[in-house]
């Protein structure tokens, strides 16, 4: 009997290692899908702030990728890439963006996430109605 007296302690500092890791392993986790989840708003934040920007300025300087960068940083975000030309015509257009964040975990260190968005803009003339008839008043004389 005497020879099993120690083994309870370490059976018990066994369990409690395990409990720890376990919790950290789900801490990771929730880490995980809350950064995904704040990549994917700020994404689509600077995807819908860059759309319009690309037909005119909306108030900004007229620079979609800028607007779209500061959409993103404004959500804890970094803009990696931006496909957002500016077309001046009155056609549709697509505007798709990457961000990235650093997120820290636990158990695997810093790591490096990224998120898509697309979004698209089609700039409507509130002078012509629906048919493509002109209804503003002629110019005056």
Do not use: H, K
């Not at 899908?33 to 708003?41: E, G, K």
């Not at 509130?126 to 008043?137: F, I, K, Q, S």
């Amino acid at each position: 009997m005497n020879r099993q007296r120690g083994s309870v302690g370490i059976i018990a500092a066994a369990g409690t290692l395990l409990v720890l890791v376990i919790g950290l392993l789900l801490t990771d986790v929730a880490r995980t899908y809350t950064a995904r989840a704040s990549l994917a708003t700020a994404a689509d934040a600077a995807a819908l702030a860059a759309a319009p920007v690309t037909f005119s300025s909306f108030g900004t300087d007229g620079n979609p990728w800028r607007a779209a960068a500061e959409m993103a940083a404004a959500n804890g975000a970094e803009l990696i890439a931006c496909e957002c030309s500016i077309d001046r015509s009155w056609s549709t257009r697509r505007v798709a963006v990457t961000v990235a964040a650093t997120v820290d975990l636990s158990l695997l260190g810093d790591r490096r996430m990224t998120a898509m968005a697309a979004a698209e803009f089609r700039p409507v003339d509130l002078g012509r109605n629906a048919g493509g008839v002109d209804t503003r008043a002629p110019p005056s004389r």
